[in-house]
C-alpha cells in the first residue's frame, strides 16, 4: 500500500442481529501420532486449540487446502467432519487434540482419510534461530489457507504513476514460517458462508469483487494499453454528481471506479478468491475463540481495515477484522472491543461501527493530518454518531513515534476498556509501525510490540487477532511473533 512515506508539503452498518444464524456440521476429529518421545516440546503442541470454557459451541466445520508443507513443519490431519444427525441443534463441539510431544529430530506423520487437509504444526522451538523469533515461547493456533497468496495486485498506481507494490504474497509466506519456527499449529481455515460478510459488506461491492476482474479480462484492455488489472479511473463522487442521482454505468472501466475510492488497490484473477478466504480464515479464528480458545489469530491477506461497507481502497478489499467481530457476536458476545494497532487509521472499520454501540473501535496511527492516509479521517474528535456516540477512539500519533509514545498511546486506549467493559476483544494487527517500514514514518521497535502484547493479553479477554500491514519483510515475522507469544498457553 503506498501512503506517502514522505509526505508531501500542504497535505493534510448493518446490526449483527441481521445476520443470518449459522448452522455447520459437527467435526470430530481425531489425531494418530507416530514418533512418540518423552523429550520435552514446544507447550503448544502440549495444548488443545480450545479451553473448557467456550464462548459458545457452534463448531468449525469443512476442509481447507494447502500446496506445500514448510520444510520445518509436521503435519496432523484431522478426520472428516461428521455431519450433525438430523433434528439436531446448533450447539455442538469440535475438539481438536494436539499431538503428544515428539523431538525436533523425529516427524509426525499425517494420517486420516484421503483429501483431508491438514494441520501443521512447527517443530520444537529449540530448533528456531534468534533471527526468526523475538523470545522462545508457545503462540496461540494460527489459522491459515493458501489461498491467500494467489492475490497479485503486480504493483499500484500512486499520483498517475504505476509503482511497485508492497502488499506481496510473501508477506503472508513469510508470516506463515515465523510462526511455525515460533512453534506454532496451523490450522486450517474453513469455508463459510456470507451471512458475516452481508452483516459489514453491501452486496453490490461482494458481486462487483467477484465478477469484475473477469468481466475486464473479457475487454480490450491488455491489447490496447497493457493493463491486465482492473484500475479505475473516474469515480461517482459526490462533488461529480452533485446531488443528480447516478446511472448505472455500462463500460467495464467506469464500473472499475463505482465500488472503489483509489486507484492503488487493482483487482486481478486471484484477488477475490484470496480476499473470501481471508474472510474464511477471520472467521475461523473467531469459531475457534468462541468454542474456549483464549486467543486464536487469523493471518489474513490482503489485509482489511480500510475496505467500509461500500468501498474499497487501501490495498483492503473485504473487512476481515469487522467480521471477525460481526462473528463473536453472532455467536452470543454482547459487546466488542476492536483495538486498531496499524500504523494507519482504519477508515473502513471505523466507518462499519459508526454508529454502533456494540463494537468499541480504538485505534493509533499516525496522523493522517501530517500527510498520511487515509487523509480525510482519523482525529482524535471522532467519536461516533447516533447510539455510537463514544464506541470510537482514535489517538493519532506525529511521525517519529517510537516505543514510548506509542505504548502510551495503547495505553491510553485500552483505558477506555474499562469503562465499556466488552466481553471479547479484536485486534486489527497492523504492525507497519516497526521502525524502517516502507509505509509508515513511526519507529516502534520488536521491543515495544511485545510489550502491546502483554498490555493487550493482559486484558484476560477472550481475542482474534487479524492480521492488517506490515511491509518490512525482515521485520514482519518477528514483529508479528512478539506480540503473539504475550497470547500462547502458558504465556504471562
Same mark, same amino acid.
Given at each position: 500500500?503506498?501512503?506517502?512515506? $514522505?509526505?508531501?508539503?500542504?497535505?493534510?452498518?448493518?446490526?449483527?442481529?441481521?445476520?443470518?444464524?449459522? $448452522?455447520?456440521? =459437527?467435526?470430530?476429529?481425531?489425531? &494418530?501420532?507416530?514418533?512418540?518421545?518423552?523429550?520435552?516440546?514446544?507447550?503448544?503442541?502440549?495444548?488443545?486449540?480450545?479451553?473448557?470454557?467456550?464462548?459458545?459451541?457452534?463448531?468449525?466445520?469443512?476442509?481447507?487446502?494447502?500446496?506445500?508443507?514448510?520444510?520445518?513443519?509436521?503435519?496432523? $490431519?484431522?478426520?472428516?467432519?461428521?455431519?450433525?444427525?438430523?433434528?439436531?441443534?446448533?450447539?455442538? &463441539?469440535?475438539?481438536?487434540?494436539?499431538?503428544?510431544?515428539?523431538? /525436533?529430530?523425529?516427524?509426525?506423520?499425517?494420517?486420516?482419510?484421503?483429501?483431508?487437509?491438514?494441520?501443521? =504444526?512447527?517443530?520444537?522451538?529449540?530448533?528456531?534461530?534468534?533471527?526468526?523469533?523475538?523470545?522462545?515461547?508457545?503462540?496461540?493456533?494460527?489459522?491459515?489457507?493458501? +489461498?491467500?497468496?494467489?492475490?497479485?495486485?503486480?504493483?499500484?498506481?500512486?499520483?498517475?504513476?504505476?509503482?511497485?507494490?508492497?502488499?506481496?504474497?510473501?508477506?503472508?509466506?513469510?508470516?506463515?514460517?515465523?510462526?511455525?519456527?515460533?512453534?506454532?499449529?496451523?490450522?486450517?481455515?474453513?469455508?463459510?458462508?456470507?451471512?458475516?460478510?452481508?452483516?459489514?459488506? +453491501?452486496? #453490490?461491492?461482494?458481486?462487483?469483487?467477484?465478477?469484475?476482474?473477469?468481466?475486464?479480462?473479457?475487454?480490450?484492455?491488455?491489447?490496447?494499453?497493457?493493463? @491486465?488489472?482492473?484500475?479505475?479511473?473516474?469515480?461517482?463522487?459526490?462533488?461529480?454528481?452533485? /446531488?443528480?442521482?447516478?446511472?448505472?454505468?455500462?463500460?467495464?472501466?467506469?464500473?472499475?471506479? %463505482?465500488?472503489?475510492? @483509489?486507484?492503488?488497490?487493482?483487482?486481478?484473477?486471484?484477488?477475490?478468491?484470496?480476499?473470501?478466504?481471508?474472510?474464511?480464515?477471520?472467521?475461523?479464528?473467531?469459531?475457534?475463540?468462541?468454542? /474456549?480458545?483464549?486467543?486464536?489469530?487469523?493471518?489474513?491477506?490482503?489485509?482489511?481495515?480500510?475496505?467500509?461497507?461500500?468501498?474499497?481502497? #487501501?490495498?483492503?478489499?473485504?473487512?476481515?477484522?469487522?467480521?471477525?467481530?460481526?462473528?463473536?457476536?453472532?455467536?452470543?458476545?454482547?459487546?466488542?472491543?476492536?483495538?486498531?494497532?496499524?500504523?494507519?487509521?482504519?477508515? #473502513?472499520?471505523?466507518?462499519?461501527?459508526?454508529?454502533?454501540?456494540?463494537?468499541?473501535?480504538?485505534?493509533?496511527?499516525?496522523?493522517?493530518?501530517?500527510?498520511?492516509?487515509?487523509?480525510?479521517?482519523?482525529?482524535?474528535?471522532?467519536?461516533?454518531?447516533?447510539?455510537?456516540?463514544?464506541?470510537?477512539?482514535?489517538?493519532?500519533?506525529?511521525?517519529?513515534?517510537?516505543?514510548?509514545?506509542?505504548?502510551?498511546?495503547?495505553?491510553?486506549?485500552?483505558?477506555?476498556? =474499562?469503562?465499556?467493559?466488552?466481553?471479547?476483544?479484536?485486534?486489527?494487527?497492523?504492525?507497519?509501525?516497526?521502525?524502517?517500514?516502507?509505509?509508515?514514518?513511526?519507529?516502534?521497535?520488536?521491543?515495544?510490540?511485545?510489550?502491546?502484547?502483554?498490555?493487550?493479553?493482559?486484558?484476560?479477554?477472550?481475542?482474534?487477532?487479524?492480521?492488517?500491514?506490515?511491509?518490512?519483510?525482515?521485520?514482519? /515475522?518477528?514483529?508479528?511473533?512478539?506480540? %503473539?507469544?504475550?497470547?500462547?498457553?502458558?504465556?504471562?
Amino acid at each position: 500500500m503506498t501512503t506517502s512515506s $514522505t509526505p508531501m508539503v500542504g497535505s493534510s452498518s448493518t446490526s449483527s442481529s441481521q445476520a443470518a444464524s449459522r $448452522t455447520r456440521p =459437527t467435526c470430530i476429529v481425531e489425531v &494418530r501420532k507416530t514418533g512418540v518421545s518423552a523429550v520435552p516440546h514446544s507447550r503448544i503442541d502440549r495444548n488443545p486449540v480450545h479451553s473448557p470454557a467456550p464462548l459458545r459451541t457452534a463448531p468449525p466445520a469443512g476442509t481447507g487446502e494447502r500446496n506445500m508443507l514448510p520444510p520445518t513443519s509436521s503435519t496432523v $490431519t484431522p478426520v472428516r467432519a461428521t455431519p450433525r444427525p438430523a433434528g439436531g441443534g446448533s450447539s455442538s &463441539r469440535q475438539t481438536v487434540v494436539c499431538p503428544t510431544p515428539t523431538p /525436533g529430530t523425529s516427524t509426525t506423520d499425517a494420517v486420516g482419510p484421503d483429501g483431508n487437509s491438514p494441520i501443521l =504444526t512447527g517443530r520444537s522451538a529449540a530448533r528456531g534461530t534468534r533471527d526468526s523469533m523475538h523470545h522462545m515461547a508457545p503462540l496461540p493456533p494460527v489459522v491459515w489457507s493458501d +489461498d491467500v497468496l494467489g492475490h497479485e495486485p503486480n504493483g499500484e498506481v500512486w499520483v498517475g504513476v504505476m509503482t511497485p507494490g508492497t502488499e506481496v504474497p510473501e508477506r503472508a509466506t513469510v508470516l506463515r514460517d515465523a510462526c511455525l519456527a515460533a512453534g506454532a499449529t496451523l490450522v486450517p481455515a474453513v469455508p463459510h458462508d456470507d451471512s458475516m460478510l452481508h452483516a459489514v459488506h +453491501d452486496p #453490490g461491492l461482494l458481486s462487483h469483487l467477484e465478477t469484475i476482474a473477469d468481466e475486464w479480462a473479457r475487454g480490450e484492455y491488455e491489447r490496447l494499453v497493457g493493463q @491486465d488489472r482492473v484500475v479505475p479511473y473516474v469515480f461517482p463522487t459526490e462533488g461529480m454528481l452533485d /446531488g443528480v442521482p447516478a446511472m448505472a454505468p455500462t463500460a467495464t472501466h467506469a464500473k472499475a471506479g %463505482l465500488w472503489c475510492y @483509489d486507484t492503488m488497490t487493482l483487482v486481478g484473477p486471484g484477488t477475490w478468491p484470496a480476499a473470501r478466504s481471508a474472510v474464511d480464515v477471520a472467521e475461523t479464528a473467531a469459531d475457534l475463540v468462541l468454542d /474456549g480458545a483464549p486467543a486464536a489469530y487469523a493471518l489474513t491477506r490482503p489485509p482489511g481495515h480500510h475496505a467500509t461497507r461500500r468501498a474499497f481502497g #487501501g490495498s483492503c478489499y473485504l473487512n476481515n477484522a469487522a467480521v471477525a467481530a460481526e462473528a463473536l457476536l453472532a455467536g452470543g458476545v454482547a459487546k466488542v472491543a476492536l483495538v486498531d494497532v496499524d500504523a494507519h487509521h482504519g477508515n #473502513g472499520t471505523q466507518a462499519v461501527f459508526w454508529e454502533r454501540p456494540d463494537v468499541l473501535y480504538a485505534s493509533l496511527h499516525v496522523d493522517p493530518a501530517a500527510g498520511w492516509f487515509p487523509h480525510f479521517v482519523g482525529s482524535a474528535d471522532e467519536r461516533g454518531a447516533a447510539a455510537g456516540v463514544g464506541a470510537t477512539v482514535n489517538a493519532p500519533l506525529a511521525p517519529g513515534t517510537g516505543d514510548t509514545g506509542w505504548l502510551a498511546a495503547l495505553d491510553g486506549l485500552l483505558g477506555h476498556l =474499562t469503562t465499556y467493559r466488552p466481553e471479547a476483544l479484536v485486534v486489527s494487527l497492523g504492525v507497519d509501525a516497526a521502525g524502517g517500514d516502507p509505509e509508515s514514518p513511526l519507529d516502534v521497535t520488536t521491543d515495544g510490540f511485545a510489550a502491546a502484547g502483554a498490555r493487550l493479553a493482559a486484558l484476560g479477554l477472550p481475542t482474534v487477532l487479524v492480521h492488517e500491514g506490515g511491509y518490512a519483510l525482515d521485520r514482519l /515475522g518477528v514483529d508479528t511473533v512478539a506480540v %503473539l507469544q504475550a497470547f500462547g498457553p502458558g504465556a504471562g
